[in-house]
């Protein structure tokens, strides 16, 4: 699965074929299509895989932290890791945008989930007098998800790889 995982995070859900999957997995198609069904079912359990080890991950990070600014930092962190590779979810926000819904939905959970969490963040930060009043703890919480976003943007391209840390001081900067 970790093979699959780093296929569909490579060449992305459409580029990738039945065959390339044969290819990584060292399966048959047969086996492939009895027990997942579909190319597309394949993904969905790469993608609730990996989304179940980021949302642990998220976790960890919130559990020890009690600085809501480092908390946002420690996760925007995570989100440019290279060593965390099977975080699936930026890569398809603009590659499947309605080509298939069922992963358009899980896209959309998933920045559901992402708001949610740093509005709640955001509100423990303004409570605690570390992040500014200035907007409302939902208008930070879309600025966050936004940067998340470019920064898994900027993340593909290599030559970026220095300006990432820059970019989330930068983030950060605007919310303190």
Not at 26 to 37: C, R
Not at 117 to 137: A, P, T, W, Y
């Amino acid at each position: 699965m970790n093979k699959v995982t780093a296929l569909f995070y490579s060449k992305g859900y459409c580029a990738t074929s039945m065959q390339d999957i044969v290819e990584v997995s060292n399966l048959n198609k047969s086996s492939i299509y009895n027990t997942f069904g579909s190319k597309l079912e394949l993904f969905i359990e790469c993608f609730d895989s990996c989304e179940t080890k980021y949302r642990r991950d998220i976790q960890k990070i919130i559990m020890v932290s009690t600085n809501p600014l480092k908390t946002i930092r420690e996760i925007l962190e995570l989100s440019i890791n290279e060593s965390v590779n099977g975080y699936l979810i930026p890569n398809y926000i603009s590659e499947i945008k309605n080509k298939e819904p069922l992963i358009s939905r899980l896209v959309n959970n998933q920045q559901v989930y992402l708001v949610d969490l740093f509005e709640d963040i955001v509100k423990r930060g303004q409570n605690l007098g570390s992040i500014n009043n200035s907007k409302s703890s939902k208008q930070y919480a879309n600025y966050l998800l936004t940067s998340y976003q470019g920064l898994q943007i900027m993340k593909s391209f290599p030559e970026n790889e220095y300006k990432l840390q820059n970019v989330i001081y930068d983030v950060i900067s605007v919310i303190e």
